[in-house]
Structure formats: C-alpha cells, structure tokens
C-alpha cells in the first residue's frame, strides 16, 4: 500500500477583486496495484459523471442566479450546478495533459445526455476498497452508446461541498477502475480549495474543480507527481 500527499498552489489572475485570487489541491491515495503510468500510455480514460446521490447532503454549491449568467440552458436545473464542475474539471485537466504530455486520452460524458446514462442501475457494479465506501462502476458494454472503448474509468464515490464568503472548497472519494485487469488500480482523497478578495464567485468554483480533477490524474498510476 502506498499513500501519496501533495498540496498545490496556483494563482487565478482574473480582472476584479472579487475573484479567486487562489486555488490548490491536496490528495492521499492508495495504490492497489503495481500498474505505472507507461502501462496507461494510449489508453482511453474516463471521469465518470459526477452522481448527484453522492453529494452530501445534497448541497451544490452554485446559485442558479450564478450559473444562469452564463446564459445556458439544462434539462435537470437541479444538477445544473454538478453539470458545470464536471465540465470545469475536464476542462482543468486537458488543459494539464497538453501542457504535461501525459500519454493517455481524457474522455467524458457531456451533461445532456446524463439523464439516459443514470436511467438504468443495471448498467453499474458497486465496488468498495474498505467495506465503508462504495462505488458505482459502469459495465464497460453499457458505456458503448455514450463512450467507446474505454479502458479506464475515475468514479467518484462521495462529494461534499462547503462554501464560505471568502473560502470555499470540494472533498471527493475516487476510484480508478482498470477494465483489462477487473480490478482497481487506486483510491483515495482529494480536496481542492479556492479563497477570494470578498465572495468566491463562479470563476473561483472553475478553479476548485479543474485543481480536483488535476490532481487525481497528477499522481499515480497517471502521472509521477509525489
């Protein structure tokens, strides 16, 4: 068993004060396998969508007053909010593999059709490392009508959300799910925070979930950041 911790800081330079001012991300993992990174090498991945039963409590962070600016509109207003990070976080990420030449293809789900791939609970298998924490796996055949040839999948298994007027962060279990092997490659916990001159706004919530995703795929078995 190997545990890896790291604390990143990046600055958010955006045009008023209100606006993050700074973002990182810190995370503890467990490594469940002797995979490495060159074994992931051309390899399609997935981030799961994010599943609105496993936020704690049910609490998304964002207004609707926020993310209506953005003059968008959602089938589900509900996990409106949920649908953005998800899109922020892989944003965040393709960003870091472009610039860190990681080896392996990022793939995602785009929100609108999120409704079909939940509709059915047949399509997933649960998983748990500890007994405690439980995740929900897609069948690799069910994800062909909305991702194809996937080799890997990120799920997350919980998600809290808290939100402060100056601090805000998200806390989130993972599981990496190798379909070649039917077996997880790691799990951990990751959290990624944000602080502002006066109000954390919707800029500063797309800095929190593209340091989440950055750093689960920074370290092993993706990347060699300690």
């Known amino acids: 068993m190997t545990v890896r911790k790291r604390l990143t800081l990046a600055l958010c330079i955006l045009p008023t004060l209100v606006a993050c001012t700074s973002a990182g991300a810190r995370s503890e993992r467990r490594l469940l396998t002797d995979a490495q990174p060159r074994e992931l090498e051309r390899r399609r991945v997935l981030l799961a969508p994010y599943a609105f039963s496993v936020v704690e409590k049910g609490y998304l962070p964002l207004l609707k007053s926020e993310w209506r600016q953005l003059g968008r509109s959602f089938d589900n ?5 949920l649908e953005l990070l998800y899109e ?3 944003a965040g990420e393709r ?4 610039e860190q030449r990681q080896p392996f293809e990022l793939v995602d789900i785009g929100a609108p059709i999120w409704g079909r791939y939940f509709a059915d609970p047949a399509r ?4 748990s490392v500890d007994g ?12 062909l009508p909305f991702a194809s040839n996937v080799d890997v999948v990120v799920v997350l298994g919980s998600i809290r959300f808290e939100r402060w007027d100056v601090t805000a962060f998200c806390k989130a279990h993972f599981l990496v799910w190798d379909y070649r092997r039917m077996h997880a490659l790691a799990e951990g916990e990751v959290t990624a925070m944000a602080t502002a001159y006066d109000n954390v706004t919707l800029e500063g919530w797309q800095n929190i979930a593209g340091s989440l995703t950055q750093e689960i795929f920074a370290k092993p078995p993706f990347g060699n950041a300690e």
């Open 124 to 127: 997933f298998f649960s998983v």
């Open 88 to 90: 922020y976080g892989i």
């Open 77 to 81: 207003p509900r996990t409106a909010a």
């Open 132 to 143: 405690k924490q439980h995740y929900s796996i897609p069948a690799q055949d069910a994800l």
């Open 95 to 98: 960003a870091a593999l472009r």
